[in-house]
């Protein structure tokens, strides 16, 4: 089936598991079109990988339009590819040239371990969400929603904070594999509402402790994750987050 | 008819819900504590259920196939949550919206259903705001609403182009306390691949392990289904890749039965196909219709760029055909009307699938007025379009921003090209008032049920149903069921009904490795959605979707003969798991057909081409369609249609007109 | 929710806050000791350069402060050595391929070896003019620091390597300014651009003034 007139060399990494070692592995694909994206380049190798008797390529992907945060390749260095303000399933082949090299290595973590091929387990985000990043109000008890009035500022300031689609590209990038810019845009987004407020304290203290644990590195503020984070999330949310940490901690 | 009892309360509409919730029976704090739930689907209706339940004191089990529970497809909704409340002074009411539902879902919804849903939704605003979830806010402080699908009143509650996603973040939060609390198992990368029935009640579920490809047994006293639509059936959807029916289609084999299956919604603003790579199909929120006019050439096959076609060559054909709703009518009429001038050959780009949705006339608008603001006096045409620009880039620049990215075309400089795309099922398992399927202790939930939207869902009230089942209606009817359960123990997953489950489960995935055939799972997946959108999409046909049923039975034995499916059970394999979901959309696509068959009317998202108007609108057939197609499984693919007759109490079922 | 008390201090943040901490108490120091260096333009000879040097070596107030600045020091280099050992751990595969020059700026990727230079660059500038007024002091001498800077800056070699040490000191203090303020949650959209842009001419003026000195010793213009 012929697609387009792109002809690339794909180095990707193959690993069978966790427990066995892998390495980067080099296929050629040949009538890509500018119009796919980056992910249906990967379905055409695939589909001739299966044509051959072959395992496909594993890879984490779901709703294909950048919102679920399934998606998480490192492409020629870069978590996500070489386009910012996107996640792996909206880059587009257009963004690539006829005959490159394109290296793709899944996230890279201690906290991150690999799967299969390009898939890593995440669970470390889920278990310091469960730590605090939440407003302990069970359903039904809630007052009517606007007796709360909240300056937009605030409001829209948590709205850019909640964005975060907690793919973990700020860990992939990060030279130390810190996860400071995800934990940081949960604990802003609630340190900026009236309501998350009431468990601010222990929400940080919980949070960071847990992000400790799991074995992220720290921050360097080097700000690389700000510049591949797909949804823009901002370093200001760190500094908030080390704020909300230092006052924390004074307070017992 | 004996077998469907939809159990709607006694009382006058408005008295049903409030009546139903001070008399259902209670289970008592110490025995909640030893009652097991399955919830599985962790979307707007499975982690809202799963954490309410786990408030009460339910032991909860949470399963989905994603690596995290907030990635469910609901993360995606953009336009935003319908409620009641009236901010607005504009004249909403819970009556107000509930009747808009009825009417926009053509009258094939349940009243008493419906009116549940409109009451309960102010309860959901307040709950999601309580939780932290940012919804947008005006200068005072307040919430802010937004006209939303062609209501009349301002009662969309939103946060930008993301309002799935908050509250999807939202009801994760609650979820997750939930799962810090201990009170909630959660099984990410799990997929469901089967029922277990014991004497008939539902008792648990048969689960892959996605990781290890282990299988595993799970005991629930109850088990919850909210695992959203079948859009996928399609193969080209808006919905997620992993979107799928398989909890869905073996509860149905398992005796649930599945109400309404042809109800399908075509959105009409997605970006159009651009080749046979094309794995899936991106919405742009419908707010692009307040603004964008919907146009194509006056003259068939005209290949010119949009820009370069003169005013007086372009046919407005939505405010042409439509002048009262003119671009802001409903999706099923936005979306067939574009198939319509598709098909007569005035379609543009390459593919000729498309239409145009131009923003030269807002930004020209925008301009004019930001102008004014500025107080510049004699604006240049230059300053007029940088000004215009400015202000849609505010308002929708992060779907232009997608559109470009999808397309590589500048949408502030040349018109966009849309097209429809399946996006949401209204149809789904058939539930009673409690929400229990035909299967005793089976509940579904959402999208996946078939439920309040009848043949076609307004904007904005999908999030609206999902959340409300989770939060405010199952939580007190399950009460109804568990209350007589409360004796029961819970069952050891040794027992053969598990046993019989497990295996049915590794004799299916045996057989689909052993084929070994020569085509790959998209291969039939593909071809499969094209037998759906040709002759089961937006307009149908009884000759079509006669062909339609014998294609989908040739297709399937030849999946059966000739499917490869590569690697092994054991391991971390997704071409296993399109395959077994895939082997379920060949059966379900059948069902889909067979139902639109039988519905010789048009309704709705289900538009019969021999049921038109002579203006070629749907016209719908009250007297023999007033019922709810509820379909049950017979094996080996054979059916038996039940009908459940809908009661028009209060909203008295009219045409519906948008000229 | 409940509160755990997990230790400040051995935490990631903590350990930053320590690190900005002593960062910018030796930052501080930076003034004092640019301030006195910068006696030598009033060419006299080194007399008034003389005289704060001596201030310096023989005030008790000085004294003290000298053990919490070698403190400082001390502290910045093993809670630096501690993060570094951390932060390699948590990615123990590396990438193939990693693109980092466009994400963020060399030097806030390179603290490390920066400071590993700045020490280096330390052990010789103690060893030049430290160690020779400390022994003055123990055997009660007069030590003239003057003469010494110009017998050290003589060698072009001496130059090249202080010339080196500072350009480590540059980058260092560059991203190590803004980074303490953030690590601190100092950040206000109105005083941030302040501080970051206060950050800068910090570190290019301390560091110019610093480099003139050995430059102009060199070159003679100063004796």
């Known amino acids: 089936m012929s697609h387009g007139n792109m002809n690339l060399t794909l180095k990707i990494w193959r690993q069978n598991s966790g427990k066995e070692p892998g390495q980067l592995v080099t296929y050629p694909v040949k009538d890509i079109s500018p119009d796919m994206s980056f992910l249906e380049m990967f379905d055409v190798l695939n589909e001739q990988l299966v044509s051959k008797n072959e395992n496909p390529i594993v890879f984490d992907h779901d709703c294909r339009e950048g919102i679920c945060g399934m998606c998480s390749m490192v492409i020629n260095g870069r978590a996500h590819g070489p386009k910012t303000g996107i996640t792996t399933c909206q880059l587009h082949m257009r963004s690539f040239k006829d005959g490159d090299t394109i290296v793709v290595e899944p996230w890279r973590a201690q906290a991150f371990p690999v799967i299969k091929d390009l898939t890593v387990d995440r669970s470390a985000f889920e278990r310091i969400q469960a730590k605090g990043g939440f407003v302990s109000v069970n359903t039904g008890t809630a007052q009517d929603a606007n007796c709360l009035p909240i300056p937009k500022d605030d409001a829209d300031a948590s709205f850019n904070a909640a964005a975060c689609i907690g793919c973990g590209a700020c860990v992939a990038t990060c030279k130390n594999a810190s996860a400071m810019l995800f934990v940081a845009a949960k604990v802003s987004q609630f340190a900026l509402l009236p309501q998350g407020r009431v468990e601010a304290t222990a929400r940080v203290k919980n949070m960071v402790a847990q992000m400790d644990a799991e074995g992220f590195g720290s921050c360097t503020n080097t700000g690389a994750c700000e510049v591949e984070c797909p949804k823009g999330i901002s370093l200001e949310n760190i500094a908030r987050m080390n704020r909300e940490f230092l006052v924390a901690n004074c307070k017992d | 008819m004996s077998k469907l009892d939809s159990k709607i309360p006694d009382g006058s509409l408005e008295q049903k819900w409030t009546k139903y919730k001070s008399s259902v029976a209670l289970v008592n704090p110490s025995n909640k504590r030893n009652l097991e739930i399955i919830v599985v689907g962790s979307g707007l209706a499975g982690s809202s259920a799963a954490a309410s339940l786990a408030e009460l004191g339910y032991k909860v089990k949470v399963f989905c196939y994603q690596d995290s529970a907030r990635r469910a497809h609901s993360i995606a909704a953009q336009g935003g949550i319908n409620a009641a409340k009236n901010y607005q002074n504009d004249g909403d009411s819970v009556y107000r919206l509930f009747y808009d539902t009825v009417k926009g879902g053509d009258y094939r919804a349940r009243e008493a259903n419906v009116y549940r849903l409109a009451e309960v939704s102010n309860s959901i605003i307040d709950q999601c705001v309580a939780q932290g979830v940012p919804l947008a806010r005006e200068y005072g402080g307040m919430l802010s609403n937004r006209s939303f699908g062609g209501t009349q009143v301002q009662r969309t509650f939103y946060a930008a182009g993301q309002t799935g996603q908050q509250l999807l973040l939202g009801a994760y939060s609650a979820l997750n306390r939930q799962i810090g609390l201990g009170t909630v198992d959660m099984f990410p990368r799990h997929e469901m691949l089967e029922v277990v029935k014991i004497d008939d009640k539902a008792r648990g579920i048969i689960a892959r392990d996605m990781v290890t490809g282990k299988l595993e047994r799970h005991f629930g006293h109850a088990v919850l289904l909210c695992t959203g639509g079948y859009g996928n059936v399609f193969y080209l959807s808006t919905n997620a890749m992993g979107c799928n029916a398989t909890a869905a289609w073996k509860a149905h084999k398992k005796g649930a039965f599945f109400g309404n299956p042809c109800f399908t919604q075509i959105h009409p603003t997605c970006i159009p196909v651009s080749g046979d790579h094309q794995s899936k199909l991106t919405l742009m929120s419908e707010s692009l219709r307040n603004d964008g006019r919907i146009w194509v050439p006056k003259k068939q096959g005209d290949t010119r760029k949009g820009n370069e076609i003169p005013e007086e060559e372009r046919d407005y054909y939505l405010e042409r055909r439509y002048p009262a709703f003119g671009n802001l009518v409903p999706r099923d009429v936005a979306s067939r009307a574009a198939k319509e001038r598709c098909d007569e050959g005035y379609g543009v780009g390459a593919s000729k699938m498309a239409v145009f949705l131009d923003f030269k006339a807002a930004i020209e608008r925008f301009g004019k007025t930001q102008a004014k603001k500025l107080s510049i006096e004699n604006p240049t045409p230059q300053q007029l379009k940088e000004f215009g620009k400015q202000v849609v880039e505010e308002k929708y620049g992060n779907l232009f921003a997608m559109y470009e990215q999808i397309t590589g075309e500048n949408p502030y400089e040349v018109p966009m090209r849309i097209y429809p795309a399946v996006h949401y099922t209204m149809g789904g398992l058939w539930v009673d008032y409690n929400l229990m399927t035909t299967v005793q202790g089976l509940y579904c939930l959402g999208e996946a049920n078939f439920s309040d939207h009848g043949a076609n869902r307004l904007g904005a009230s999908a999030l609206m149903q999902g959340l409300a089942d989770g939060y405010f209606v199952i939580p007190y009817t399950i009460g109804a069921y568990l209350s007589k359960e409360i004796a029961v123990k819970p069952i050891p997953t040794s027992h053969e009904a598990f046993d019989a489950a497990e295996k049915e489960v590794q004799t299916r995935i045996d057989k689909l490795f052993a084929i070994k055939g020569g085509k790959s799972v998209d291969h039939f997946h593909k071809r499969l959605g094209k037998i759906m959108w040709d002759k089961c999409g937006m307009a149908r046909n009884e000759k079509g979707l006669k062909e339609a049923i014998l294609e989908i039975r040739q297709l399937r034995d030849e999946f059966w003969k000739d499917v490869r499916v590569t690697g092994k059970a054991n391991e971390m394999n997704p071409e296993l798991e399109k395959a077994c979901r895939v082997a379920d959309f060949l059966e379900l696509g059948e069902l889909m057909c067979m139902d639109a068959l039988n519905r010789s009317e048009s309704c709705g998202g289900h538009f019969r081409v021999e049921s038109q108007t002579e203006e070629g609108e749907a016209k719908r057939d009250d007297d023999k369609f007033t019922y709810v197609s509820v379909w049950e499984n017979k094996g080996n693919n054979e059916w038996d249609l039940h009908k459940e007759d809908l009661m028009f109490d209060v909203v008295h079922p009219s045409q519906r007109s948008y000229k | ?223």
């Open chain 3, 1 to 223: 929710m409940s509160n755990a008390s997990p230790n400040f201090l051995t935490s990631s943040i903590g350990k930053k806050f320590l690190m900005g901490f002593t960062g910018l108490f030796l930052i501080s120091f930076l003034v004092v000791h640019v301030c006195i260096n910068a006696c030598i333009y009033f060419n006299d000879s080194g007399e008034t350069f003389n005289m704060a040097a001596h201030f310096m070596a023989n005030n008790i107030i000085v004294r003290i402060v000298e053990i919490g600045l070698f403190l400082g020091i001390i502290l910045h280099i093993v809670q630096a050595a501690i993060l570094i050992r951390q932060n390699n751990s948590a990615r123990p595969e590396k990438y193939a391929v990693q693109n980092l020059a466009v994400s963020s700026k060399w030097y806030s990727r390179s603290m490390g070896l920066l400071g590993t230079l700045l020490l280096m660059f330390l052990i010789v500038h103690l060893a030049n003019f430290w160690v020779p007024t400390k022994v003055a002091v123990f055997k009660g001498e007069e030590h003239n620091t003057f003469e010494s800077l110009k017998v050290v800056f003589s060698s072009p070699l001496i130059l090249i390597v202080y010339l080196l040490g500072l350009a480590s000191l540059f980058y260092h203090l560059l991203h190590g300014f803004q980074s303490a303020f953030r690590t601190f949650g100092l950040t206000h959209k109105k005083y941030t651009p302040f501080i970051k842009s206060f950050g800068f001419w910090y570190s290019v003026i301390i560091t110019l003034v610093f480099a003139s000195m050995p430059i102009t010793l060199y070159l003679g213009i100063i004796k």
